[in-house]
Nanobody, 115 residues
Framework: QVQLVESGGGLVQAGESLRLSCAAS????????MGWYRQAPGKERELVAT???????NYADSVKGRFTISRDNAKNTVSLQMNSLKPEDTAVYYC?????????WGKGTLVTVSS
C-alpha cells in the first residue's frame, strides 16, 4: 500500500500562485508514475499532471505553461507548482501513485481561485 497526504491548498485570487505537496508513506523511488488529478463539484476527476520515475512530465492542455510537477525521491514527495491560477482551476486536487499495478489516492486538498 501507499498512503498519500496532500497539503498546500487554499484560497487565492486569480493570477496568484500555490504550491501543492504530496507526502508518501514509502519511498517513491520505485513508483513508476505519480501525479495530480483534480475534481470540481459536479464534474469528473481529471488528470492535471504526471511524472514518471525517469522524471518525464505530462500535463493537461489546460495547465501547460502554468503548472509544473516535480518529485523529490529523497523526501518522498511530489509537488505541483501552480502559477497564474484561474477560477477554472478551482477543484479538490488529489495526489495519485501508480504502483505495482494499482492506483493509490490521497484524500485531496481544496484549491479555490477567486476572480
Amino acid at each position: 500500500q501507499v498512503q498519500l497526504v496532500e497539503s498546500g491548498g487554499g484560497l487565492v485570487q486569480a493570477g496568484e500562485s500555490l504550491r501543492l505537496s504530496c507526502a508518501a508513506s514509502r519511498t517513491i523511488f520505485s513508483i513508476v508514475a505519480m501525479g495530480w488529478y483534480r475534481q470540481a463539484p459536479g464534474k469528473e476527476r481529471e488528470l492535471v499532471a504526471t511524472i514518471t520515475d525517469t522524471y518525464s512530465a505530462n500535463y493537461a492542455d489546460s495547465v501547460k505553461g502554468r503548472f509544473t510537477i516535480s518529485r523529490d525521491n529523497a523526501k518522498n514527495t511530489v509537488s505541483l507548482q501552480m502559477n497564474s491560477l484561474k477560477p477554472e482551476d478551482t477543484a479538490v486536487y488529489y495526489c495519485n501513485a501508480y504502483y505495482r499495478g494499482m492506483h493509490y489516492w490521497g484524500k485531496g486538498t481544496l484549491v479555490t481561485v477567486s476572480s
